[in-house]
């Protein structure tokens, strides 16, 4: 089966269906190029430091905007 024919599969698929082939597609893609014993932070732990870190410097980011 060729790569095309499994895309025009996929565009066939109900959304939930899509989804799994995604989220699979996502997972092999980062085991793949992830070096082994590297961490990403959670969306929300990110936004939550971003946020700490802009109030600390609140005055030195307004100095760099201008």
């Known amino acids: 089966?060729?790569?095309a024919e499994i895309i025009e599969?996929?565009?066939a698929l109900p959304p939930n269906e899509?989804?799994?082939v995604v989220?699979?597609?996502h997972?092999?893609?980062v085991?793949?190029?992830?070096?082994e014993?590297?961490?990403y932070v959670d969306r929300?732990?990110?936004e939550a430091s971003a946020e700490k870190v802009f109030d600390q410097h609140d005055e030195l980011f307004r100095k760099l905007a201008q």
Do not use: C, Y
């Open 1 to 3: 089966m060729s790569a």
């Open 44 to 46: 929300q732990a990110l």
């Open 27 to 29: 997972q092999m893609n």
């Open 37 to 39: 014993g590297v961490r």
């Open 23 to 25: 989220n699979f597609v």
């Open 18 to 20: 899509k989804a799994a």
């Open 9 to 11: 599969q996929i565009k």
């Open 31 to 35: 085991s793949e190029t992830r070096p």
